[in-house]
């Protein structure tokens, strides 16, 4: 199997401008997670999707940013207008859903991440 | 609300020596699961091990070990004989009504 892929690998970009990152989860996973990982705050969840329906977005930090996914095998985060404080690795990771009280407990297999610079 | 502390910012070891990295949850839940992730310097996170609040009996795989002690709501990790390419950030999270809640990480350096 492929594992959760993640695109770009690398993005450097200017402030103000869109960013779009991608994912493509392990197929047959059901849920996804986009999570950003910074030296000052650590691994933080930012949003969830269960069967393609966001769950908790309680994680995005402000209108800026926004995530979808269309179908099972794809999701993307956009940030528009980027900010240089979005600096920030961001991973994907997709798991099979757990039924227990809706919240998936199991285990989550991680993209190797995209590197965002914003001049 | 929840929360995973890992009070061990770094810590280095000589290889072979034993390792234990320490992690202390809160969380109103009943029902939840602790987890284990490596960070090696490549950057991917690789799971480690996934435990339900149910199941307190300590695991063994391998020269990794983890105490989960509901009590102290603890849920260490043990390497025993620590090795080079055990050089990695250790990430102790917990999922109950949220999903995953990650600590801060403790950065294992092992020196040959």
């Known amino acids: 199997d492929a594992g959760v892929i993640q695109s770009p690998r690398h993005e450097v970009t200017e402030m103000g401008q869109e960013v779009t990152l991608r994912c493509k989860p392990i197929?047959?996973?059901?849920?996804l997670f986009w999570y950003r990982q910074t030296m000052m705050r650590g691994l933080e969840l930012l949003i969830y999707f269960n069967n393609n329906v966001p769950i908790d977005d309680s994680g995005m930090p402000e209108d800026r940013f926004s995530a979808k996914m269309p179908n099972a095998s794809f999701s993307t985060l956009k940030i528009q207008p980027s900010e240089p404080r979005d600096s920030a690795v961001y991973f994907c990771a997709s798991s099979l859903g757990s039924s227990l009280a809706g919240v998936n407990n199991n285990e989550q297999f991680f993209g190797p991440g995209t590197r965002l610079t914003v001049l | 609300a929840q929360k995973v502390t890992q009070a061990q910012t770094e810590i280095s070891v000589v290889e072979k020596e034993d390792v234990t990295l320490d992690c202390v949850y809160e969380t109103r839940d009943t029902t939840y699961y602790l987890f284990w992730y490596k960070q090696p310097p490549s950057g991917e996170l690789v799971f480690l091990i996934r435990?339900?609040?149910?199941?307190?009996q300590n695991e063994i795989s391998g020269r990794y070990s983890w105490n989960f002690q509901k009590s102290t709501s603890s849920f260490n990790f043990t390497i025993t004989a620590s090795q080079v390419v055990d050089s990695a950030v250790y990430f102790c999270a917990l999922a109950g009504r949220r999903a995953l809640t990650f600590g801060s990480g403790t950065r294992l350096q092992v020196q040959p």
């Open positions: 435990r339900n609040s149910f199941d307190e």
């Open positions: 197929s047959g996973h059901n849920s």
